[in-house]
């Protein structure tokens, strides 16, 4: 309350604070006890199996994640799991709509470079997670209708999928993309991301 008064008028202000319904509304509160769907993950950047268990709840008729955890046997990750797990964790509680984190977790490189997987280049460990998340995103329903996945073209995937995770070497790094998708033959080097398109031959 702010009031200002002297002998002539005397104006008095209540400051009314706005409900924050809207803001908290989509805030997750952990209950007692939760669902679970748990994903092995075989990643070329550990040398342990991975166990990522993947809760959520509930809310509005909807199902919405609300933790995530990471284990393995190899312990000296343990403290970079923890931060991982607890940050995404938050922002499945906090956020209304989460699948942010897929991108940001996919847009993460590993300074040693990936591997390729599937058929699918995977750029670092926290990509891989990325990937198991998508997967939990689009069992319990939360993209709806959206559709989320990005469809390479045939020859790109025929191409990716005969590359063995051991046979990286014969993709080299692409100077103007930066990934390991560039690929040497009848001396022209031609880069299969759909997204670049470099090439060149020796004269």
Do not use: W
């Not at 809207?22 to 199996?49: C, M, N, W």
């Not at 209304?96 to 990936?114: K, R, V, W, Y």
């Not at 995103?137 to 390479?152: N, P, Q, S, W």
Request: charge should be negative; glycine fraction near 6%.
């Amino acid at each position: 309350m702010i009031r200002i008064k002297n002998a002539d008028f005397e104006i008095e202000e209540v400051k009314v604070e706005e409900p924050l319904d809207h803001i908290t509304d989509h805030i997750a509160v952990r209950p007692e006890t939760v669902s679970a769907k748990v994903y092995k993950l075989r990643s070329g950047f550990v040398k342990q199996g991975v166990y990522v268990t993947l809760g959520y709840i509930q809310q509005n008729g909807r199902n919405r994640p609300i933790e995530i955890f990471i284990n393995s046997k190899d312990l000296t990750k343990n403290a970079e799991y923890a931060v991982l797990t607890r940050l995404i964790s938050a922002i499945f509680r906090k956020s209304a709509n989460p699948t942010f984190i897929l991108e940001e977790l996919s847009s993460i490189h590993d300074p040693n470079g990936g591997y390729h997987k599937n058929g699918k280049y995977i750029h670092s460990f926290y990509s891989e997670i990325a990937d198991v998340m998508e997967r939990f995103f689009k069992e319990i329903g939360v993209f709806g209708d959206e559709e989320t996945a990005v469809e390479l073209a045939p020859q790109v995937t025929e191409a990716l999928a005969a590359a063995e995770p051991q046979m990286n070497a014969q993709f080299k790094i692409c100077p103007d993309c930066n990934e390991r998708t560039l690929k040497s033959e009848n001396g022209c080097d031609t880069c299969i991301n759909p997204s670049c398109g470099y090439s060149k031959c020796d004269k």
